[in-house]
């Protein structure tokens, strides 16, 4: 088979692929028409464990379905959707897309979130897992006003640990001073933060390191709090390899194996000057969300 050949028979099993998930997404909006769904929102900085609470919280509680990824998996006609990080040239770019804005229809917005959920929701219930890494922090204030009844997981993690991440995962943030990651990092955050006290009792904060520690106690809480019942069947996960910047890895036996010592692991990777840095510009905000009333 000829180099030519061969890219063309890629580009159809891609092709094929996409048509297929196309056609199930409208299928599933079909079916799920007039459903109204209640979100759980997963609100982090990326790298930061929402692929790990979301695909948790799938898994161990009775939910309609998980968003995995918001912000890619917006119906593309949507003024929400956001292209990947890793086709954007710098984090003010970023920054810009991730943020709400004032002119913003509520309306509007609504309805594609709703629609999403139907055309991603295969079972009963009306609670629906949404992980938005970023954006669901970014926008936390305009999704509350879509959907009154939404309620929020915000998990955050040492801050060193996520910017080491961000700039060896992401060109965008990688070729820029580490100035820049900072700020976008302080931002997400404190823009949360803004709009947490309207939130009530209906956001659930959430400290990586202590999640790790003892994962199945804090997601019985988590559970609890968020009012979703245990489910009664488990979802097997598909094995995946454990390849940095790839989402949710170390996968076994259908089940998510926790890493305890992922973020000494990144902190280890640091130039001690940049974790320094890190330490002294982000050390406020960390103890601020560490001191989140009811934190797990």
């Given amino acids: 088979m000829s180099f030519v050949e061969a890219r063309l028979k890629s580009l159809q099993r891609r092709t094929a692929k996409s048509l297929d998930r196309h056609l199930l997404t409208r299928v599933r909006r079909l079916r799920n028409a007039g459903r109204e769904y209640r979100p759980v929102f997963v609100a982090g900085a990326s790298g930061g464990g929402t692929s790990l609470v979301a695909v948790s919280l799938g898994q161990r509680f009775e939910c309609a379905g998980v968003i995995f990824e918001l912000d890619v998996q917006m119906l593309s006609h949507s003024f929400l959707s956001v292209p990947r990080l890793s086709s954007l040239s710098s984090i003010a770019e970023y920054e810009d897309i991730v943020t709400a804005k004032p002119s913003w229809s509520v309306e509007r917005g609504q309805r594609d979130l709703q629609d999403t959920f139907r055309a991603y929701c295969t079972d009963p219930g009306d609670a629906v897992i949404v992980k938005g890494p970023d954006i669901n922090l970014a926008r936390a204030q305009f999704l509350d006003r879509c959907c009154p009844d939404a309620r929020f997981v915000m998990i955050f993690r040492d801050p060193a640990a996520n ?134």
């Fill in 163 to 296: 910017i080491e991440g961000y700039r060896r995962k992401w060109r965008a943030f990688g070729d820029q001073p580490l100035s820049e990651s900072i700020r976008f990092y302080r931002n997400l955050y404190e823009s949360f933060l803004g709009g947490a006290e309207s939130f009530g009792d209906r956001v659930v904060g959430v400290e990586y390191e202590k999640l790790v520690a003892d994962p199945d106690a804090a997601f019985d809480e988590i559970g609890r709090r968020l009012g979703l019942a245990p489910t009664t069947r488990i979802e097997r996960l598909d094995g995946r390899t454990d390849v940095a910047g790839k989402g949710l890895r170390n996968v076994r036996d259908g089940r998510i194996e926790v890493v305890t010592d992922a973020s000494q692991r990144a902190r280890d990777r640091l130039d001690p000057a940049d974790l320094e840095t890190i330490r002294a510009e982000l050390g406020p905000l960390h103890e601020r969300l560490r001191a989140l009333p009811e934190l797990i």
